[in-house]
């Protein structure tokens, strides 16, 4: 069975996409020179049961992750184990004021005790007594028994007052802070759910008859085979039965045979070498820090941890901050590991891109890695996007080489560079059945009269008269003074360097990475060659980014949920792209964008793209103006101010001046009388000076919002925690 996409990773190409663990005894992937490349990798031994807890031989370890409580919670939060708070913060006393108000309450009780013994206030505290007792029982000549008598009487009374005056002193407050911690016990040991709610022993393949695959899986969790990875993918795999993508039989013909191990992703992987974040597996989250225990955030959050899943970054995420605080080992490579961790499991497709050597994981993480410009690299990368549409690539490839020079205002876009290289793409496609490669589109813009006098001599020998004229348009055009094709050509030289000579390959001899695998549970990491090829690092990213949001908008299946971290997304914001990323929240899809400041987006394209994204993160060190753009588009919310006005008070009698005059000796200060005004008053959530100086290093103030809509305030990080 596929499990819906966990056995096939094939691509739009003729050939399966290259990734570097083939079936055992079938020829892996060829490189440029059509040879096999590396033989597969083993599977490896069973890895973490739990986010950051080794495996035990007797799977205790696996079955307590797996049986620990995820309340749903409030968006963004931690939910392994979270114990939820109250939406309001109660109020606590101090500890002076309240031991002292205890104290007072004690010798208040204490003295009225003291006054009706000796009887300064009367007999009349013993009147129910005689009136209710019969006087054999009050004045009888057994001591025993009187003193039983009045004894309890008087213990009563005591009690009366020291409970009355308990409350007053909030006597049962000290007693829940600081007496009752210590005669806590420890709480015991959690028992075991009951079978029929017990995720251990998988009730939900019971129910449907898949009992011998339960037995199965159930054994496995017990012996420790296996782990959080594994788990998640079977669930995949079984809700795709559910949905009646895949028969019952062959999933549980699978489990049975293979147990633990089944439904099994294409490279035979089962969990990454190493993890460097806590994942939660069970609920897709990664955990990025701690919610700091601070009056700015709600008290539902404080202490909390913040955990980001697919439901959240489903409305794309744009981190800000300068280098160094933290963007890509606190915010982009934990995302990214969680990510290819929900590929091994069978329920989400990453792109990863970033310069090289920008930290974003070990080779071995992914499924591809295209090393861009680097003459070792064993991948390609499709510069059409695995399209064979001369429209819908020119749309794309015009995108990507001067998308960053269309008007941002409304109405600007880029359909003239897009028709012109519609109008040469379509015409080659026509004759050779394949897209021009980088030099041969660069002589064709250039307007080199060999290679166009060569297209249409072949058009014509074809007889494509459509495709004729649109040559004879772009040839028209040539002379035009405000002919785009130059600009185009000029950008596409930046391409036609002797360091990707071998790269961009049309001729059919490799099989390029195409992002029409997104299809798929694929792992991918791009590599691009920003030292000495910024320019060209940049035109890449906008077309990584371009053909990511054409091929995630245009899957049929989108139960994989697609996300691509682009690490620095510089130079890649334009139009288009803003228009398109509110597009991406539809097709469960994603992108993680990465600024050192937002002066690396044009000035109008600011508020949109802060608008279109539903998670905002600004990090520590941010510049006063950029925390000008997130105080703005984070809003005001009305809060409760107190005034505290303090008035000098004026004695008029003489024994009242020498009572001021004795304070002010005594206290240094004039007596004054306090006054307090509340008034509910509007305020920014964070003030650009609050960002830009108020926020601790290794914290971020973030933002979240849902796929469903449900959002949570700015709230204080701390990405260390």
Not at 487 to 502: M, N
Request: proline content about 9%; glycine content about 10%; hydrophobic content about 40%.
């Amino acid at each position: 069975m596929d499990s819906e996409g966990t056995h096939d990773a094939r691509g739009t190409h003729a050939t399966p996409v290259p990734r570097p663990a083939a079936p055992p005894g079938s020829a892996g992937p060829r490189d440029r020179q059509g040879t096999h490349i590396t033989p597969p990798r083993p599977v490896r031994a069973p890895g973490p049961a739990a986010a950051g807890v080794p495996p035990q031989p007797d799977g205790s370890a696996f079955l307590t992750w797996l049986r620990t409580p995820r309340p749903g919670v409030q968006p963004g939060v931690w939910r392994f184990g979270h114990m939820p708070r109250p939406e309001q913060e109660p109020e606590v006393t101090p500890a002076r004021q309240l031991f002292s108000g205890a104290l007072i309450a004690f010798l208040v009780g204490w003295l009225v005790w003291s006054l009706l013994w000796n009887g300064y206030l009367g007999g009349w505290w013993v009147v129910p007594l005689e009136l209710f007792l019969p006087d054999a029982w009050l004045y009888s000549g057994n001591k025993i028994g009187n003193a039983v008598v009045w004894y309890g009487y008087y213990t009563l009374i005591v009690l009366v007052i020291m409970i009355g005056l308990g409350r007053v002193g909030r006597w049962d407050e000290i007693w829940r802070r600081y007496v009752a911690p210590r005669f806590r016990r420890p709480a015991p040991a959690q028992a075991p759910p009951a079978p029929g709610e017990d995720p251990a022993q998988w009730p939900q393949l019971r129910e449907a008859g898949a009992d011998a695959a339960a037995e199965r899986l159930a054994a496995d969790a017990r012996a420790g085979l296996m782990r959080d990875v594994d788990h998640a993918r079977i669930n995949r795999a079984w809700r795709s039965v559910r949905a009646g993508r895949n028969s019952l039989s062959a999933f549980s013909d699978s489990v049975v045979r293979d147990g633990a191990a089944a439904c099994a992703h294409p490279s035979g992987d089962r969990d990454l070498p190493a993890r460097a974040a806590r994942h939660d597996l069970a609920t897709a989250q990664v955990r990025l820090g701690t919610t700091a225990d601070d009056p700015r955030n709600p008290y539902a959050y404080r202490g909390a941890g913040l955990g980001l899943g697919p439901e959240l970054l489903g409305t794309s995420l744009l981190a800000v901050g300068p280098a160094g605080s933290g963007k890509t080992s606190g915010v982009v490579w934990p995302v990214a590991e969680s990510l290819c961790l929900g590929a091994l499991a069978g329920r989400a497709a990453v792109v990863v891109v970033g310069a090289a050597g920008a930290g974003l994981g070990p080779a071995d993480d992914y499924d591809v890695v295209v090393r861009v410009g680097h003459p070792d690299s064993v991948y390609d990368l499709d510069l059409y996007g695995g399209t064979n549409d001369p429209d819908e690539a020119a749309a794309v490839l015009a995108e990507a080489l001067v998308g960053d020079l269309v008007d941002p205002h409304p109405g600007g876009d880029s359909r003239r560079s897009t028709t012109v290289l519609a109008q040469l793409l379509g015409p080659y496609y026509a004759v050779h059945r394949r897209f021009p490669s980088v030099p041969e589109l660069r002589a064709l813009l250039d307007g080199a009269p060999g290679p166009l006098g060569a297209l249409r001599k072949a058009l014509q020998d074809a007889g494509q008269e459509a495709m004729l004229r649109e040559l004879d348009a772009r040839e028209r055009q040539l002379a035009h003074p405000g002919d785009p094709g130059s600009v185009i050509a000029d950008r596409i030289a930046l391409l036609d360097r002797p360091a990707f000579a071998a790269f961009f390959d049309t001729s059919g001899q490799s099989t390029p990475f195409s992002l029409r695998a997104l299809d798929h549970p694929v792992r991918v990491r791009i590599d691009l060659p920003e030292r000495g090829h910024a320019d060209a690092s940049r035109i890449l990213a906008r077309l990584i980014l371009a053909q990511f949001m054409a091929s995630s908008i245009a899957r049929e299946d989108r139960s994989l949920f697609a996300c691509l971290v682009l690490d620095d997304a510089t130079g890649t914001v334009t139009p288009e792209s803003v228009r398109r990323l509110q597009r991406l929240r539809s097709s469960n899809a994603g992108v993680v964008l990465t600024l050192r400041t937002l002066d690396d987006a044009p000035r109008q394209l600011r508020t949109p793209l802060l608008g279109s994204v539903g998670c905002r993160m600004a990090l520590s060190g941010l510049t006063p103006w950029d925390g000008q753009d997130f105080a703005e588009v984070w809003g005001k919310e009305w809060i409760e101010a107190r005034d505290v006005t303090d008035r000098q008070i004026i004695a008029e009698t003489p024994l009242g001046k020498t009572v001021h005059m004795l304070r002010r000796v005594i206290t240094g200060n004039a007596p004054t009388a306090r006054a307090v005004t509340v008034r509910q008053v509007e305020r920014e959530r964070w003030s650009a000076s609050e960002l830009a100086h108020g926020v601790p290093p290794g914290h971020a103030v973030l933002s979240l919002t849902d796929v469903r809509g449900e959002h949570a305030p700015p709230l204080l990080v701390d990405l260390r925690g």
